[in-house]
């Protein structure tokens, strides 16, 4: 049995999405990257914290602790790093994304016969159309953060599972609650913000 599909109107919205994140896929990409690199990093400093400790404090050797602070040193510099660099690549690819969005609707606006309402509806059309290409142009920043997300839960799994198969377990089984209520909690706002966008 086929699944129903959307109307012209969805297929369009779902079409336009598609284009501004394939857009600059690359840009995106090197910014996903960079978002996962930081939170891998991130999340790797309790552990570099805990090796520290256990090599160079608790043994009292003060070659190993410098070598070692210099190590977590270099750990806080890629991280700083990194989401410095993937902030401005998302950021850029984001803009740029609405740059190109504010052209289209543009020239849609300026082409002879282009609006099917006439010219009385131009300023109004072209207003709500740029407010929405902003808002479409954030989803660079949602899956660049959705990257980072997935980067970090990987990072964590992988060093709890090594330190504790049952509490790797329940730190990822608990994840499925918070990720219900965050929902549920979202639900009402995301609805609002339908509602405006269809109201304007």
Do not use: Y
């Amino acid at each position: 049995m086929r699944r129903p599909t959307g109307g012209p109107r969805e297929d369009r919205a779902r079409t336009l999405v598609r284009n501004t994140l394939t857009g600059r896929w690359r840009t995106l990409a090197l910014a996903c990257l960079m978002c996962v690199v930081h939170q891998a990093a991130e999340a790797g400093v309790p552990l570099a914290i805990g090796v520290i400790v256990d090599r160079a404090v608790e043994p009292g050797s003060g070659r190993a602790l410098l070598w070692s602070l210099a190590a977590l040193a270099l750990l806080f510099l890629v991280l700083t790093s990194s989401m410095r660099l993937g902030g401005r690549l998302a950021k850029g690819a984001a803009e740029g994304a609405e740059h190109d969005l504010r052209l289209a609707v543009t020239a849609r606006v300026l082409a002879p016969g282009g609006l099917p309402g006439g010219a009385s509806r131009s300023g109004e059309l072209l207003s709500t159309a740029t407010s929405d290409a902003g808002r479409v142009s954030m989803m660079h920043a949602a899956v660049w953060w959705a990257s980072g997300a997935l980067g970090a839960i990987v990072v964590a799994a992988v060093i709890l599972f090594r330190t504790s198969v049952l509490l790797g377990f329940l730190v990822l089984a608990g994840l499925v609650p918070v990720v219900l209520v965050s929902q549920v909690v979202a639900a009402p706002l995301i609805r609002r913000s339908g509602a405006e966008q269809a109201a304007a």
